[in-house]
């Protein structure tokens, strides 16, 4: 009995409409698809973390002062050494996201058709998810903010916006923060008659008023701006050409997945019935 096998290119050319049809199919399916998808446009800002900030705080530490008044005042002069963390938790915070979102009026952009109220929280955490992306270079020393979005206008001003917020929300709480030592160094330093100790705390109740004018008299607080964001013209999804490109191929393997189960499954019926035939036929003769 000779041995059944299927000759799958001799099978695939047979077929080679049906393929042809089945690509065509797939493909312009999956490019039909990717040409009426939305279009997402990405807008970055490019900044470094400003240095001349705590400038004062680092010339106290080397003064050697730093670790004793903070020991007496129960203040720590050189915390704000360790600020660098914090901005960059303030920069990815629910609090942000949730402020920027008020100010911008974003919740009917980012539910254009709620099923149910939205509170600012939700809205907020979709914002962060999928709108607002902060990636950190330690190696480079800078920190990229991008959005995402279908306006590509509306990407490049919520970028840059997104920044001066965070820069006025630092600025804010570290002018807070500065307010409240100066009067509590004011008290402390009226308080005592250690000399030694009255230096120290004018020292501190100076570099404090420094730091709270140096907040009051600079925009760019905390982060400096090196590339704002500008107004992109690629988009960054969806990729047309690759999703066409993908259907048109899944579109073939499908086919040439179906030919082949067609004859493999269909073989043996075929031989079954052709020796049936045979069979029948020499009972005839």
Request: with cysteine.
């Amino acid at each position: 009995m000779a041995e059944s096998y299927v000759n799958l290119p001799a099978a695939v050319w047979r077929h080679r409409r049906l393929l042809l049809c089945a690509t065509l199919a797939s493909g312009g399916a999956a490019a039909i698809g990717a040409l009426t998808a939305t279009s997402v446009y990405k807008a970055a800002v490019v900044m470094t973390q400003t240095e001349d900030r705590d400038a004062s705080k680092r010339l106290q530490a080397a003064s050697g002062t730093a670790t004793a008044l903070a020991a007496i005042t129960d203040i720590d002069p050189l915390g704000d050494l360790t600020a660098d963390s914090r901005f960059q938790q303030v920069l990815k915070s629910q609090g942000l996201a949730e402020e920027f979102i008020r100010r911008e009026n974003l919740v009917a952009l980012l539910f254009p058709r709620p099923k149910h109220p939205v509170s600012i929280w939700f809205a907020a955490r979709r914002f962060r998810e999928r709108v607002r992306y902060v990636d950190e270079d330690k190696l480079k020393g800078t920190t990229t903010v991008s959005m995402e979005w279908s306006d590509p206008v509306l990407a490049a001003k919520w970028a840059n916006s997104y920044v001066a917020l965070a820069n006025e929300v630092i600025r804010t709480q570290d002018s807070q923060t500065s307010r409240v030592r100066i009067e509590y160094l004011r008290t402390q330093a009226a308080g005592t008659t250690d000399v030694a100790l009255q230096r120290s705390l004018y020292q501190n109740l100076t570099q404090e008023a420094e730091k709270s004018m140096f907040a009051s008299g600079r925009q760019e607080y905390a982060f400096t701006v090196v590339d704002p964001a500008m107004v992109p013209d690629q988009r960054v999804r969806p990729p047309r050409t690759l999703m066409a490109s993908l259907g048109a191929a899944t579109g073939l393997l499908g086919a040439v997945a179906a030919v082949f189960a067609r004859y493999a499954l269909g073989r043996p019926r075929d031989s079954a019935q052709a020796q049936t035939g045979g069979g029948a036929r020499a009972y005839a003769e």
